[in-house]
């Protein structure tokens, strides 16, 4: 049987353009890229980008972007970084790369996640895209914070950083299998020194979710960070109402951060 993409399929066109693609070492194209490496008329690269794809040679991810299948990949094609998909659906950089997907990256946990979390103030969206399960969950703007930008091959990315990813998984905890794992396993992490506590406090203190912030100022008073370090996430808390954080008006009320616990409450 003769094998999907052979030189022998392409026109030479084509062959130009998969040569010069794979010189470049490129995993994913847009139509800026194929404008900027070649003098295409729109409609001679309308009809090339057609025949690629109907060669599988491109895989669409979105209007004008397409993954990347060399001539040696074989038909398996090539396998493209599940982060530099999310950057292409905003050009405003008003996403974040998060939750499990950061636990993972950041060490937090050893369990593998299925499903990549794109956080951002605009669009709701599942969708599988070159085999990779994405969620885009939209949040509000203030809740886009302490993040950091690192480099995936030449695309910039924006991802939660450490201390913000820690917060996520307090308040988005399922993954990890609930609350009290969650609990133990940013606890260890603030116990060994392996995040900035200073941000960790600052991040928790101008976080939305309010019980949220009243569980990670007990842990950390209970670690034993003192009242100074902790005064921005004290005095974020003090005028709200007394709230649960087990899911029940029964146990013991802390006054300083104005929460129900029980003595086992980590």
């Known amino acids: 049987m ?3 993409n052979t ?10 353009i998969v040569a010069r693609l794979t010189y470049e070492k490129k995993t994913i194209v ?15 690269r309308k009809q090339v980008v057609f025949r690629l794809k109907k060669k599988k040679i491109f895989t669409p991810i979105k209007r ?8 040696e990949a074989g038909p398996a094609g090539t396998g493209v970084d599940e982060l530099l998909i999310p950057p292409l659906f905003f050009p405003k950089k008003n996403y974040y790369i998060g939750y499990s997907t950061m636990f993972n ?16 103030t605009s669009m709701r969206m599942k969708r599988i895209m070159c085999g990779i399960s994405y969620k885009f969950i939209r949040i509000s703007e203030n809740r886009m914070y302490g993040l950091e930008t690192i480099k995936v091959k030449d ?17 988005f905890n399922k993954p990890v299998g609930g609350i009290n794992s969650a609990i133990s ?9 392996k995040c900035d506590i200073k941000k960790l406090i600052e991040y928790a203190a101008r976080f939305p979710n309010i019980t949220t912030r009243k569980r990670i100022g007990i842990i950390l008073e209970r670690i034993g960070v003192s009242d100074t370090a902790l005064r921005p996430l004290i005095k974020s808390v003090q005028e709200t109402s007394i709230c649960s954080l087990h899911g029940s008006r029964k146990g013991t009320v802390n006054k300083k951060w104005r929460a129900i616990i029980i003595d086992s409450q980590q």
């Not at 990256?105 to 951002?120: D, I, P, R, S």
């Open 64 to 71: 004008g972007a397409y993954a990347f299948s060399p001539l």
């Open 105 to 120: 990256y950041f060490g937090l946990t050893e369990q593998l996640f299925q499903t990549v979390y794109v956080l951002n």
């Open 30 to 44: 847009t139509v800026e890229d194929l404008d900027q490496l070649f003098n295409l008329s729109p409609a001679d």
């Open 185 to 193: 396993i940013f606890t260890q992490v603030v116990k060994e020194q």
């Open 155 to 171: 695309a910039d990315v924006n991802i939660s950083s450490k201390e913000r990813t820690l917060i996520d998984l307090l308040y």
């Open 7 to 16: 030189p022998k399929t392409l026109g030479p066109i084509e062959t130009n």
């Open 2 to 4: 003769t094998p999907i």
